[in-house]
């Protein structure tokens, strides 16, 4: 029995460590999310969007036809009800802009719903400049109108032209910025602009929200209905 | 278990007789089957056969004087003995020679007869028989258990050898009692010589092993002396328990008597000398021959007879096996040098036994290609230690090891480190120069992951349980030295999932080979 007990020791020490450490990750880990952007699908729309429907982040740079695209999701589920994307990297270099004041690297996306009705896989910074734009706007179905998502890939301190925009120092990293308002002031001594061009007075207001905040999306059919805030030329530097 | 006595009586009881020539008779029995309650023996004729062909050949006696008896009967064994004594009577009248009588029974018995099949001869008739025979000598050898009942009862006791002092020139008389065994034990014959302990170191006393005066003559007392030390030795390591040979003899006069003279081989001279101290095994062509001589020796030169051909000979030192095979040519004597035989590993000599090693052990530096543990995580090269220790039965063999492997997806490479500690309990089986082994292995294991990605993937410590098959295939190299390929199948548990802190214990399984080379001590 001696022998029979000593030799059940080693097994238990090694059961006990299974117990007390990490957890083993395969292949398939890709890291922990350095954020998780989450919400609803507003099905305003006549038509269902289809099963393949999609949502993806559209990077905004000068030339917008050069999108740069994060990550394709797709949505489970019949209901499109609700949406989640883990953001597991940081956005490419290429879809930031750096801040001529400060220097610092910091970019905005667009959340967009689009559908994939050919199966030919998720959006990708390769099959969108084999596309042309037209194509690409014809598969959108929607988007966040006012939410966008944005990354700090360097710190912006207060008393910045970007942290006095948005109302607050940014920390590297992901975060959520909702645009309110139809009047945006660019920095140059142009006057403000509301959506139609004309001239107006009342700033774009600009507001960090937490990264649990829900970023509800509403599809349409007509990608031409979906009125999104206006996008703040400034955001191009 | 063998049931046999050994009782070598020598009655020298016979007036003083001229000295012309010695004429030897011989009654040479052997019964594998007694009574019908009693295991059937398995070489006891043979032992029969054995006695009979080396006292042809070395001890003196012509062909037509021996009477070999197999499965005889008591009425057989009696009338076989009668004639003797009366030709031996005849022998005498006729001339003036002098004669010696050796009577050997191999078989079943108990303290009062011998058991010939299913009949039984009383061991005072035998004595009766023996003693009233005219011969000049009497010597009488039965092999059986409890046979030292009969020299208790005359007085004998177990001795490790004696002194007759009685020459072959027969101007003495006396009786002798020998018997294998004490009365309360047990004659054993071992499957590994193909003979009862006794009988095959008596036997192997007479072609030379017993000669302690180098005089190329085997007196009774040398081959009593050799036989009574090496089943002493040899059954101190049985499980039936020691043997211990016992004599009885009551004689006058001085000399000792000869029986066998190595250079009187009737038909060859062929020999086998050893030139070195130490304790050799011969077997008739090869290691799975038959087993034709032992030899323990503490001098040089230790010459055996054999026939013409060839032998294997093992040499058992304590600390390694040398066997090898040796010619031997009509009349000529063959030296057996043991430096030139191939030396047994240390691992083998353990699982072979004899040489009164028991254990070997020794490092061994490995490298092991294992299959990928967890989906994608790739296949992984160990390098590590282990430390077999090889018991007679079962090796143990502790190792740890370390490797690393290196895996990647679209977001992030993985680098995972592992550091595994296993104890594996094999059993051995040898061929020549080779080893295969099968067994099981269980142990341990840690693993250290990193990652490189832009994003965030702290890093992991896990541990593992794991266990498995294993089998080997191992070359033995000289001094020790051994190479090693091995294969195995394992199966670990481990926490496994995409959250560091969450995941549940899962199982995989996975495979391995590898190859070590090492050293035994």
Known sequence: ?237 | MRCLVVLIGISLSAPPLARAGVVKYGLIAGNNRGEPQEVELLYAQDDARRIARILERVGGFRPENLTVLAEASSDDFRTALITLNDRIRQDLQNSDNEVLLFVFYSGHADSDELHLGKTALPIPELRRLVRGSAASFRILLLDACKSGFLTRVKGGRPVESFDIQVDDKLGTEGTVFITSSAADEDAQESDQFGSSFFTHFFTSGLLGAADYSRDNKVSLAEAYRYAHEQTVKATSKTWAGTQHPTFQYDIKGKGDVVLSDLALDRYDKSALTFETPGHFLIMKNNASGSVVAEVSSLETNRRVVVEPGTYFVRERRADELREGTVAVSSNETTAVRTDEFERIGYARLVRKGGTGRRIAHGPQLFYRFRGEVLNGLGPMHLFGVSYPVVLPWFTLTPRIGYGQARAENDILEVETREVDLLVAATRAFDWSRFTVAAGLQIGGAYWGQRFETPGLAPDRDAFGFLFGGIGTATVHLPEGFHAEVTGEALTYLVGIGADREGGGVGTALTYGFGVSCGRFF
């Open chain 1, 1 to 237: 029995m001696r022998f029979y007990s000593a030799a059940l020791i080693p097994l238990f020490a090694f059961s006990l460590l299974s117990a007390c450490g990490d957890s083993l990750a395969d292949i398939h880990y890709k890291g922990d999310a350095l954020a998780t952007i989450r919400g609803e699908l507003h099905i305003e729309a006549t038509n269902r969007p289809n099963d393949t429907l999609q949502v993806t982040l559209v990077w905004a740079v000068e030339d917008l036809i050069d999108f740069r695209v994060n990550e394709d999701i797709a949505l489970e589920g019949d209901s499109f009800g609700r949406y989640e994307i883990e953001m597991l990297v940081p956005p490419p270099d290429a879809a930031l802009n750096v801040d001529p004041e400060t220097g610092g690297r910091i970019g905005f996306a667009n959340i967009f719903a689009y559908d994939d009705p050919n199966g030919d896989g998720p959006i990708n910074l390769g099959n969108i400049e084999a596309e042309n734009y037209a194509t690409l706007l014809f598969r959108m179905r929607g988007g966040s109108p006012n939410i966008m998502l944005g990354y700090a890939k360097d710190s912006f301190d207060v008393g910045t032209n970007i942290a006095n925009e948005l109302g607050t120092a940014l920390s590297p990293g992901y975060f959520l910025v909702r645009f309110d308002g139809d009047c945006y002031c660019p920095f140059s001594s142009d006057p403000c602009q509301d959506s139609n061009g004309q001239t107006c007075d009342v700033r774009l207001d600009m507001t960090v929200l937490p990264l649990d905040t829900d970023v509800d999306l509403s599809l349409v059919n007509d990608i031409s209905d979906f009125e999104a805030v206006p996008t703040p030329d400034w955001l191009f530097f």
